[in-house]
């Protein structure tokens, strides 16, 4: 309960003789709302504690005896951070007998510039039989919480990239927009705000926009749904909208936040323009190609280079794993090259023979690239007959074979054309060079030089059988029986007759005798 107050001014004069006046006060003091009671000629007679408590006093003259005093003490504003004129102060209209309500104030303690208290404050006048004024009322409510509470979402809401927008459910007019909507859109803020929700459309081709409308009609959440918003210049963007009824200073209110797929659709339309490009290109080019799924192996696609290469017709061929085709010469040759495919090895330029839907086996190049299909993994197969130029060299070298009876007379770039031809250039397998002995390799480099045993005897200074025993030794050490496959050989290993400094002759006795 209050403390009792100094007396009361003449005008309650005739209430404080009657039982009334303590019921009065009884009430009063009780109240959760905040009472000053003002005489006409400005004195504060009374508060109780609720109005005490919201200005952090605990007596009547520490709000101050009179209304200038009270204006002295306390320093008020708006909350748009205007400061109030003295006549504006809502304790000068009661004053002035104005009958007010609902005026918001942020209250401050003279000397800090931060209000500690914001109150809702109302006025009431009590009359006399003649309708003159004999008191005046202030009824206060502290509503700090509650602007603080607005406060903080204001915050967090214009902070938020975000996207959002809020509308009054009344009349669905925007009341406050964020930054994030506005970068989205390109729309004015206060363009905005002088419009309703279907004049800014934000449920624009909403792909449930008979349901969002009814929940719109009943304040109700709105799910999530793509929309496609117009924007100022004419353009439209892709979003997702979604809506959540919230209460904004005791109005009810629809919250509508976005998210922007104009990337993602962006990404799809690029991503459908290079699928169609690979499309075309795929089912024009020259080139024989395939696409198949890492999973078993299984042709997804071929184009018509495929088709006429290889005389299946898509329907017979797509959709079936390549160990039911049967394209490859040999189950071994199809195995070794889904090992490679499985182990993530690309293959390039391989030389391989195919079968044909007739049963005709050819000779191809084939290379291989991962791609992916949507979310599957696959590999792209490229497949190049070759059948007319390994025909041509066969018949080349079965020409050159034939006419040759000693390579000694050939020169020596013929030689190495050969050995290319004949033996085509394979990653290097089985013994190296370094299990040749020095003078292994001597004879060796001369051999890709293109001299004959006699030519290498004069030029080690050794006898001819000796040349012979050498050249039977490398023949066996890297398995080959020919010259020309020795010295592919040794190419193939980095090594050839340029590389190896020149022999310098033996002048041991053994040599002598027989050269002599």
């Given at each position: 309960?209050?403390?009792d ?11 404080r003789?009657s ?22 000629d ?11 408590g919201?200005?952090?006093v ?8 009179t ?14 951070n ?11 209209r009661?004053v002035?007998g104005?009958?007010?309500s ?30 003159e004024?004999?008191?005046l009322?202030?009824i206060?409510?502290?509503?700090s ?5 607005e406060?903080r ?11 959002a ?13 964020n930054?994030?909507?506005?970068d989205?859109?390109?729309?004015d803020r ?7 929700v ?24 709105i ?5 496609e ?28 936040t ?11 339309q ?9 499309t075309r290109?795929f089912?024009l ?17 071929v184009?018509?280079?495929f ?8 329907d017979?061929?797509v ?5 039911e ?27 391989v ?9 050819i ?5 291989t ?5 949507g979310?599957?993994?696959c ?20 020409a050159i074979?034939?006419v ?15 050995a ?15 299990e ?10 001369l ?23 050498h050249?039977?030794?490398?023949y066996?050490k890297?398995?080959?029986?020919r ?7 040794a190419r193939?290993?980095?090594f ?11 002048a041991d ?8």
């Amino acid at each position: 309960m209050a403390t009792d107050p100094a007396p009361l001014a003449p005008a309650l004069k005739s209430l404080r003789d009657s039982a009334d006046l303590r019921h009065l006060r009884q009430i009063i003091a009780g109240l959760n709302e905040g009472v000053i009671l003002i005489d006409p000629d400005q004195a504060i007679l009374w508060a109780n504690h609720a109005a005490l408590g919201m200005h952090g006093v605990e007596s009547v003259e520490d709000l101050g005896n009179t209304v200038d005093d009270y204006r002295q003490r306390f320093q008020l504003r708006y909350r748009n951070n205007h400061k109030l004129n003295d006549a504006d102060y809502p304790i000068e209209r009661v004053v002035s007998g104005e009958a007010f309500s609902q005026v918001v104030v942020e209250v401050a303690v003279a000397g800090e510039r931060e209000p500690r208290w914001v109150h809702q404050v109302r006025s009431l006048v009590l009359t006399n039989e003649a309708e003159e004024p004999e008191c005046l009322v202030l009824i206060i409510q502290d509503v700090s919480a509650r602007f603080e509470a607005e406060d903080r979402f204001e915050q967090s809401f214009n902070a938020n990239p975000a996207p959002a927008i809020i509308a009054r459910l009344c009349d669905l007019r925007f009341v406050k927009v964020n930054q994030g909507f506005i970068d989205m859109t390109g729309h004015d803020r206060d363009a905005i705000l002088s419009r309703s929700v279907y004049d800014i459309d934000v449920l624009a081709r909403a792909d449930k926009r008979d349901l969002a409308k009814e929940r719109l009609k009943e304040g109700r959440t709105i799910p999530q749904m793509e929309a496609e918003l117009d924007l100022p210049g004419g353009a439209t963007k892709l979003v997702i909208v979604a809506g959540q009824p919230i209460d904004m200073s005791g109005q009810p209110c629809m919250l509508f936040t976005f998210a922007d797929l104009e990337p993602r659709r962006k990404a799809e339309q690029a991503l459908r323009q290079s699928e169609e490009r690979f499309t075309r290109t795929f089912s024009l080019a020259p080139v024989a190609l395939a696409i198949g799924a890492l999973d078993g192996h299984r042709l997804c696609d071929v184009n018509e280079a495929f088709t006429g290469l290889t005389g299946y017709t898509a329907d017979e061929i797509v959709g079936r794993p390549l160990d039911e085709v049967d394209l490859w010469e040999t189950p071994a040759l199809r195995e070794a090259m889904e090992g490679e495919i499985e182990a993530g090895t690309p293959i390039r330029d391989r030389e391989v023979r195919l079968r044909l839907k007739d049963g005709e086996v050819i000779d191809c190049i084939v290379s291989t690239e991962p791609i992916m299909l949507g979310e599957e993994a696959c590999v792209l197969w490229a497949m190049r007959d070759i059948s007319t130029r390994k025909a041509s060299e066969r018949e080349l070298v079965h020409a050159i074979e034939a006419v040759m009876k000693d390579t000694s007379w050939l020169s020596r770039s013929i030689m190495e054309k050969l050995a290319r031809i004949r033996t085509p250039q394979v990653e290097p397998m089985g013994v190296g060079l370094d299990e040749l002995t020095q003078r292994e390799r001597e004879v060796l480099a001369l051999i890709c030089r293109g001299l004959d045993d006699k030519s290498i005897a004069r030029t080690l200074n050794v006898s001819g059988n000796t040349v012979r025993n050498h050249v039977a030794r490398i023949y066996s050490k890297i398995g080959v029986n020919r010259r020309n496959a020795a010295a592919a050989w040794a190419r193939a290993r980095g090594f050839d007759g340029d590389s190896m400094p020149a022999p310098t002759p033996r002048a041991d006795a053994q040599s002598l005798e027989a050269t002599a």
